[in-house]
């Protein structure tokens, strides 16, 4: 029993006296506790390819337990599409569309027959299952790899990137990466990281 000796019983030279420690603790309000608040964050450069340390951030984040998806746009070659995603660490799906190869930034008048068709539907589909998987709330993080790109060649509405940024899950953090980036786009993040060459 914790107990408090009284200085003047000693000083009296008499016994003791013993007065209890505790005290009643008076009514307190219970903690709130912060939910995490997602960030929107934009990596970007003039040229392509330069964002291995986004991806390696993600691979991260998804070994401590986070559910992330990586989807990119233009990177094809291997007619993945959104039901062939690659997963790692459990937590992890890495997904690009079902096209024959990588997209380049200037779509040649070949490109814009029959084939960009294709391309096009393989990449829209990549598009609605980010969203579907935001809609779910199921994700932690999701990096949209050269999604400016995409928007710069028609494959993606500006306004419908806007309006997923604007109705995300707030405790998601979305990554933004390549060049091409919309202006409108730039103003909603919250960090911006731009690689240069010199």
């Not at 903690?31 to 291995?52: M, P, W």
């Not at 070994?63 to 007619?79: A, E, T, Y």
């Not at 299952?129 to 050269?146: P, S, T």
Request: with cysteine.
């Amino acid at each position: 029993m914790n107990a408090r000796v009284s200085i003047n019983a000693k000083q009296r030279g008499s016994s003791p006296s013993i007065e209890p420690s505790l005290r009643p603790v008076p009514d307190r309000r219970a903690l709130h506790l912060v939910a995490t608040q997602g960030q929107v964050q934009i990596h970007t450069s003039t040229f392509r390819g330069s964002f291995s340390i986004v991806l390696s951030e993600a691979l991260r984040s998804a070994g401590l337990g986070s559910k992330v998806l990586i989807s990119q746009f233009l990177r094809g070659g291997v007619n993945q599409g959104p039901n062939g995603a690659v997963n790692l660490c459990g937590q992890l799906e890495w997904i690009r569309p079902a096209i024959e190869t990588c997209l380049p930034e200037q779509l040649s008048e070949e490109n814009l027959s029959l084939q960009r068709k294709y391309d096009e539907k393989a990449i829209k589909e990549l598009w609605q299952f980010c969203k579907q998987r935001l809609i779910e709330k199921k994700l932690d993080k999701l990096v949209l790899d050269e999604i400016g790109m995409a928007i710069s060649l028609g494959f993606i509405e500006e306004n419908d990137l806007i309006s997923m940024l604007n109705n995300r899950p707030l405790s998601t953090d979305i990554i933004l990466t390549g060049p091409s980036i919309p202006p409108k786009v730039m103003e909603m993040a919250d960090q911006i990281t731009e690689l240069r060459c010199n």
